[in-house]
């Protein structure tokens, strides 16, 4: 049965806000109510003509989520929480899970995942701590088969490639999402690829991944994985797309898995290890497409290719 009534916890976040986006602007057309659920006091968000209420919780307190829950009649919780610790990452997104397994409205759950599957990139330890919700769901769907979880992946999003763009706007070419180079630095014309450059990125812009997530939620089930993709390509791949979109060569920097190794700090450079280590689970090819590109073809989005991307922001 399709969503209806949509929590969207974290949405005043980056991809979370996003997600509100895309639900906000098919709100009217399939007569959806949404509510954002955060950890303070903040307006509402307003998008397409029409608005999401944004309500206090506190994910340590079951009863508080849960009478939300209840009151809104809510039947899915969408999670973009994040966090660099595992605690209270887990414990807010297991919360979130009991507090609606308990209200008899809720029939679908989407854990915070919105990038590789966690359960794909050993490596990547920041990605560890999303695990545990998994099995949680899994367990979850054992006692009721009716109860729907799916696990939304999209890859890296597409926004990192706009940084330092010089077009009028070009703010907007980042969307929600923080502005940084990610391997490609076209600013400067450079690429810092692990291994040889032959293994591959998925691609989707967050503003597509926001419609795709949308769109899902119209869907009459939920199959346990979700995967949409804008583009599937080698980095090498990618790299040709700069140069021919940016009209000149790059300069391009393999790296050995020693050189990637050597960037690893200690424990507590948290974002400098998670930068690392996706490195290190690109070149060993735990980033590549393990699975159908599902839903693309279930749900009428057309998101947007690296090279129309490139050509928008870079062009
Ligand atoms: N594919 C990619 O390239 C990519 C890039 C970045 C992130 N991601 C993934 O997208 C998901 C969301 O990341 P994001 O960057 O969008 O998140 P974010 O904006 O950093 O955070 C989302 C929201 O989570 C809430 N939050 C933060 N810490 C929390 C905690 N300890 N407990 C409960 N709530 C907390 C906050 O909402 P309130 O303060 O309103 O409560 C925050 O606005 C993550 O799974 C992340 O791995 C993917």
Known sequence: ??????????????????????????????????????????PHISYAGTSAPVLPIDYQDLSSIQKILNDFQIDTVISTLSGTTSDPFITSQENLLRAAL????????????????SEQVPSVEL??????????????????????????????????????NNKPEGHKAHGYMPHFPYIFDLSKRSADIPGDGEKQLVYTRAEDVGKFVAA???????????????????????????EDVCGTKFDVKYNSREVILARLGPPEKVMENFFAEFLLALMDGECDVKRPINLNGLVDVKPMTVRQYLEQWWG
């Open 1 to 42: 049965m399709k969503s209806q009534r949509i929590a969207i916890a974290g949405g005043t976040g980056r991809i979370g806000r996003h997600i509100v986006e895309g639900l906000l602007e098919i709100k009217h057309r399939y007569s959806l109510e949404i509510i954002v659920l955060s950890r303070s006091q903040s």
């Open 102 to 117: 308990s209200v008899p409205s809720i029939r679908r759950f989407a854990p915070s995942e919105f990038s590789v599957n």
């Open 127 to 164: 990605y560890q701590m999303k695990i545990p919700i998994i099995r949680s769901l899994r367990q979850v769907k054992q006692e009721r088969p009716d109860f729907e979880y799916s696990l939304f992946s999209c890859g890296v999003f597409m926004n990192y490639l706009g940084y330092g």
């Open 216 to 242: 899902a939620t119209q869907l009459e089930a939920w199959e346990e994985y979700n995967e949409m993709a804008g583009d599937v390509l080698t980095m090498n791949e990618i790299v040709r797309l700069c």
